[in-house]
């Protein structure tokens, strides 16, 4: 049976993923399913060249009231747009709101009129910045930047839709997702893409305060097959999960390994701490597990992966 999925940040590092996953009907041994997908986004950090071929694209704004019609027949709703940069939300509260509270809310409402099944939306591992209980387990929700703050607000949504018109979510807590089509355009680009590119340029790596931030890190593959388990899976509905591996490095760790995976060492500058980021995230996944997840990749193959995926892009000539 084909089902209609529709995926919002579908031009986004793990919406397109996502989409590109359920293209191919999906590669767990779980699914045999075939799936229709209705893409979304703004392009406001996306490219149109994430997105695979076989996704029904509609370069639209989440707030716009255009993307309600899209809504119909659809089974199940990733929502995945958002602003998401930290500094970026830091430095403009007003954007970080609009879209990642004013644009969910019309997300949640274009799901409520055409009566969708169920939405699957993205929260982070933000939402847990205030909290030094580790691994930290999904009770825990201590938000302190704008980002998480405008995180924790979707979830209140979410449970009011819930609330007053029965609908069912799945909220993922997504760590530190790296992999392929991980963004490297941004001004402060995330650690891993930052670090390759800076040394297969031969320039030195940039590390924002003193390197001993801790990470949950967790491949993109790893995360697309908890979707598939959403789609198909009831103890997914109404409930929340952390996705991470369970395990952390440092900045300066990464650095060490990425360093000796390309055979290539240049002494990182260091720069001021960026606002907004915490000292450590580690993820407690016995929630996931329980259903039978577990994340499989390990960080020099998901790292080699990336590798790979940011020379590609260097020989397109899409790094300058
Ligand atoms: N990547 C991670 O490590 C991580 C960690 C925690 C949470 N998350 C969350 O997961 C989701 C996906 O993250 P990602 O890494 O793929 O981010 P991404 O920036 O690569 O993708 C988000 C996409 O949303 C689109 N978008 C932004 N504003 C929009 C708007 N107003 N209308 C339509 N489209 C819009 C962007 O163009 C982009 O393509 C986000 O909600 C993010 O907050 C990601």
């Not at 789609?231 to 395990?247: A, E, Q, V």
Request: glycine share 8%.
């Amino acid at each position: 049976m084909e089902k209609k999925i529709l995926i919002t940040g579908v031009a986004g590092f793990i919406g397109s993923n996502l989409a590109l996953y359920l293209a191919h009907g999906g590669r767990s041994e779980e699914s045999r399913e075939h799936f229709e997908v209705i893409g979304i986004d703004n392009l406001s950090y996306g490219l149109r060249d994430n997105v695979p071929p076989q996704v029904n694209f509609h370069e639209l704004d989440i707030r716009s009231e255009e993307i309600f019609d899209l809504f119909h027949g659809v089974d199940t709703v990733f929502h995945l747009a958002a602003k998401n940069c930290i500094s970026d939300c830091q430095l403009d509260p007003v954007e970080t709101a609009d879209v990642n509270v004013t644009g969910t809310v019309n997300v949640f409402e274009a799901a409520r009129r055409a009566k969708i099944r169920k939405i699957v939306y993205a929260e982070s591992s933000a939402l847990y910045e205030g909290s030094r209980l580790f691994p930290t387990p999904e009770e825990e929700n201590k938000p302190e930047s704008f980002y998480a703050v405008s995180k924790l607000s979707s979830r209140s949504f979410a449970q009011a839709y819930r609330r007053y018109y029965g609908m069912t979510f799945t909220a993922l807590r997504y760590f530190c997702v790296y992999g392929p089509v991980q963004d490297y355009r941004r001004t402060i680009p995330p650690v891993m893409s930052a670090f390759i590119i800076k040394l297969l340029k031969g320039e030195p790596p940039i590390i924002y305060g003193t390197g001993t931030k801790r990470r949950d890190f967790v491949y993109v593959d790893d995360v697309t097959e908890f979707h598939l388990k959403c789609l198909i899976d009831p103890r997914t509905d109404n409930k929340t999960f952390n996705l991470g591996s369970g395990t952390n490095h440092s900045v300066l760790e990464i650095y060490e390994i990425i360093s000796a995976l390309l055979g290539k060492r240049i002494e990182p500058l260091l720069r001021p701490d960026l606002p907004g980021e915490a000292e450590a995230t580690l993820a407690d996944i016995s929630e996931a597990r329980k259903l039978g997840w577990a994340p499989k990749t390990d960080l020099k193959s998901g790292l080699l992966k990336a590798i790979e995926y940011i020379k590609g892009e260097m020989e397109k000539g899409r790094i300058p």
